[in-house]
Every structure is written in C-alpha cells, then in structure tokens.
C-alpha cells in the first residue's frame, strides 16, 4: 500500500513540477532551470519505481540513492527559482517546494533502514 502511496506520489510531483515550469518567467536562465528541474524531478519518480522493481537489497540501495539526489537536485532548483523570483506562483511554489522536502526525507529513511540491511 504505502509503496504504491509512494508511487502516485513522486509521479505526481514530476507531473506537477512539469506544469508548474510552463508558468516560469520566459528567458534564457528559465528554460535552463526548467530543464534541469523537469530532469531531477522525473528522474526522482522513475527511480523510485526502478528501487521498487529490485532484484536485490543491493540493487534497491542504490536506486533509492539516486531518488535522494534527484530529489534533493529538484529541491535545489526550486531554490534557485524562489531567488530568481522566475515565478509568480507563490502558493504553488511553496507546496512544490514542501513536497520535494517530504519526498526526501521519506527516501532518505529507506536508504538509511536499506543500509543498515545491506
């Protein structure tokens, strides 16, 4: 149950991130950042699904890894957009942003319980 939660979710933060960045500021910087920001936010979903599909404890590790730091990339660039101020949207700025903070701190729990049991 939790982990399909968890699916749905990071799916729906890449979907979202991807809606969000069509509202950005149009210039050169913004459509760096979108793609970068659209790169690390689905990358966080298709990695969390690829961890699910593991065929080892080994193999999840370093998937959900990879989901942390993709998370964390998306974090990042959301950061560098609130600096910028490339986006008007505060309200949805600020839920995306809360989203991937909760994001990575349910993943990086599973990467430290995935290797105490490794």
């Given at each position: 149950?939790?982990?399909?939660?968890?699916?749905?979710?990071?799916?729906?933060?890449?979907?979202?991130?991807?809606?969000?960045?069509?509202?950005?500021?149009?210039?050169?910087?913004?459509?760096?950042?979108?793609?970068?920001?659209?790169?690390?936010?689905?990358?966080?979903?298709?990695?969390?699904?690829?961890?699910?599909?593991?065929?080892?404890?080994?193999?999840?590790?370093?998937?959900?890894?990879?989901?942390?730091?993709?998370?964390?990339?998306?974090?990042f660039w959301l950061e560098v957009i609130k600096d910028t101020a490339l986006s008007s949207q505060t309200?949805?700025?600020?839920?995306?942003?809360?989203?991937?903070?909760?994001?990575?701190?349910?993943v990086s729990k599973a990467k430290s319980s995935a290797y105490g049991n490794k």
């Amino acid at each position: 149950m939790f982990v399909e939660s968890m699916k749905q979710r990071t799916k729906k933060f890449s979907v979202d991130i991807i809606c969000f960045c069509d509202s950005l500021k149009p210039n050169k910087a913004s459509s760096v950042i979108t793609y970068q920001l659209v790169k690390s936010a689905t990358s966080t979903g298709a990695n969390y699904r690829a961890a699910c599909r593991a065929r080892s404890k080994r193999e999840f590790f370093s998937k959900i890894c990879i989901v942390v730091e993709e998370a964390d990339e998306s974090e990042f660039w959301l950061e560098v957009i609130k600096d910028t101020a490339l986006s008007s949207q505060t309200n949805e700025f600020e839920r995306l942003l809360a989203e991937a903070n909760e994001i990575i701190k349910i993943v990086s729990k599973a990467k430290s319980s995935a290797y105490g049991n490794k």
